[in-house]
């Protein structure tokens, strides 16, 4: 894996394979520690399957959650635009402007997601808009289009890279405007996703300041434990991460993780560690052919170098009897 591999035409829509879940998807996330308040969003366009996953989930002070999922009729992929939600490119593998208008479901506890059906039965809906400007602070980083996401080719992606970003913009729940400034980290994928193919996936995000944070990225297919990837910023100086080695702790039923540390080893052979600590939850699931892949996402507060940052994780696994397929590895 190299640095910017990826060319500024790959920021745009690519040509759909014909595997039955092709899948083009931009995820956008920020995450402001001190006030407890976070976004998540994510368009995934599935046009082989006639439509595009739209999840806007919004972490609120105090452990509430507002969130919308769609999946909105779409017959091609010419663009990320659907059910309100729409990513426009400003200036290729730099800017993106993200915007949305439309309801979301205003929950008491992110967690109340555990049970989904009861969640949006009770909870009011409330009208959503945000408008966020995300601006790369280092070039994005990943893998071009030919390459494939080790052992996860046919399960994840053929093509992707992200990055740390600076986020400025507005966000408004039921009329209550929120200005926005801060840090966050952006994807953009594209090729087979199958989110029921893998084991588990662990992808840990840190922000501490524009010049420091990490991301890593830990995961299993079949009986093969990838060695991981990600990167580490230091001082404003990229270092590309070879080796991830997680370690997780987690509640009791339903067995959502509390606290975790992370290991990586750079390219150069040096070892950078991370440790942090779980506050907000929101899980998320998708249902197909009568398997579970559970996705919780969660706030955490991390100790990067000596210095405490923020970030959204990523707890991806396959459900067994109530079970997540890697609480017992990482």
């Not at 919308?68 to 059910?83: H, P, T, V, Y």
């Not at 507060?301 to 970030?311: F, V």
Request: aromatic letters at 10%; charged letters at 25%.
């Amino acid at each position: 894996m190299a640095i910017t591999p990826i060319l500024a035409e790959d920021e745009y829509m690519h040509e759909p394979t014909d595997h039955p879940q092709f899948n083009e998807s931009a995820y956008y996330n920020f995450v402001d520690g001190e006030s407890g308040f976070a976004v998540l969003i994510r368009m995934g366009n599935r046009v082989n399957e006639g439509h595009a996953e739209v999840t806007v989930l919004l972490y609120l002070p105090g452990g509430k959650a507002a969130i919308r999922f769609d999946r909105a009729k779409i017959s091609a992929n010419d663009r990320f635009e659907a059910a309100g939600l729409k990513f426009e490119v400003v200036e290729p593998l730099r800017k993106i402007k993200v915007t949305f208008d439309g309801t979301s479901y205003l929950l008491g506890r992110g967690t109340d997601l555990e049970n989904p059906k009861k969640a949006f039965t009770e909870s009011p809906i409330v009208p959503v808009k945000l408008e966020l400007h995300y601006e790369n602070v280092v070039p994005v980083y990943g893998l071009g289009g030919g390459s494939g996401i080790q052992g996860a080719e046919d399960s994840i992606a053929v093509g992707h890279y992200q990055g740390p970003c600076s986020v400025q913009g507005w966000v408004e729940v039921d009329g209550e405007r929120r200005e926005i400034n801060g840090l966050g980290f952006r994807d953009h994928s594209w090729g087979p996703r199958k989110w029921q193919g893998p084991h588990y996936w662990r992808w840990i995000s840190c922000m501490v300041d524009k010049k420091n944070g990490f991301v890593a990225w830990s995961q299993k297919i079949g009986d093969t434990q990838a060695p991981g990837n990600g990167m580490v910023l230091r001082d404003g100086v990229v270092e590309l991460v070879d080796k991830v080695t997680v370690k997780s702790e987690y509640g009791d039923a339903p067995y959502y993780p509390t606290s975790m540390r992370v290991s990586m080893c750079t390219e150069s052979g040096e070892t950078v560690e991370a440790s942090g600590t779980v506050y907000h939850n929101v899980p998320l699931r998708n249902r197909r052919d009568g398997e579970v892949a559970r996705l919780a996402e969660v706030l955490v507060k991390l100790d990067y170098q000596g210095r405490t940052g923020y970030g959204i994780s990523e707890y991806h696994d396959r459900m067994n009897d109530g079970i997540p397929a890697g609480m017992n590895e990482v």
